[in-house]
């Protein structure tokens, strides 16, 4: 059985940092590996990606104040989030892919609350 299990979210201030993490199970050979987020009243949307090579990929609202990371050998990523601003209030949700006979299979957490206070 698949499990993606998050951990790290919570209250912070604006300003403070937080830093989520994501360890996959019952799984092998993760292609990329991403964080999602939603607000309340909002589209689930990309925050940040990396491939298994370690190629990543940021949304523009989020760029040089985030950074995802990934331990292939603990099927394991990071996001360290900084400079948290109120606008990053939502459920972040961690993500990985894997093909399996030429179909992508895509697999999500439960999702962790991230409230930033002003």
């Known amino acids: 059985q698949v499990q993606l299990v998050e951990s790290g979210g919570g209250l912070v201030q604006a300003g403070g940092s937080l830093r989520l993490s994501c360890a996959a199970s019952?799984?092998?050979?993760?292609?990329?590996m991403g964080w999602y987020r939603q607000a309340p009243g909002k589209q689930r949307e990309l925050v940040a990606g990396?491939?298994?090579?370690?190629?990543?990929n940021y949304a523009d609202s989020v760029e040089g104040r985030f950074t995802i990371s990934r331990d292939n050998a603990k099927n394991t990523v990071y996001l360290q989030m900084n400079s948290l601003e109120p606008e990053d209030t939502a459920v972040y949700y961690c993500?990985?892919?894997?093909?399996?006979?030429?179909?992508?299979?895509?697999?999500w957490g439960q999702g962790t609350q991230v409230t930033v206070s002003s």
């Open positions: 019952g799984i092998s050979s993760i292609s990329n």
């Open positions: 993500n990985a892919e894997r093909w399996i006979t030429g179909s992508k299979i895509s697999y």
């Open positions: 990396i491939t298994s090579r370690g190629i990543t």
